[in-house]
């Protein structure tokens, strides 16, 4: 799945990186809690959270996540939108809650990674 497929299935709005919209995305991971993304990520990811603090482009750098969708409208600030522009990550916004567009980006096909043990 691309970034652009993501950003239609979703009705998300580009917060920077339209020009990396052909990117392809392999997994997904909906996450508020940075913790859970350094252990559960996979890399070429799509991550989906509501924080909105400079921890989750410096996680999101880290774990070499394509694109970060931000849920329930949530806009970064200025500061967090140059970091990802520095690091060409893409950022959107969608209205839908997390629950709402995990779903939809599986029902798309797009998958995460295994179950916990």
Known sequence: MTVKEIREA??????????????????????????????????????????????????AEMMDVVCIVFVRGKMPDETMIE???????????TGHRMFTACGILYEKGLRGGAPCQ
């Open 10 to 59: 979703l009705g998300a709005k580009f917060i920077c990186g339209e020009e990396f919209q052909d990117r392809e995305v392999h997994s997904a991971c909906g996450a508020d809690m940075m913790s859970d993304v350094l252990a559960f990520m996979k890399e070429k990811s799509v991550l989906l959270t509501g924080l909105c603090n400079p921890q989750v482009i410096r996680t």
């Open 83 to 93: 970091m990802a522009k520095e690091r060409e990550i893409v950022l959107l916004s």
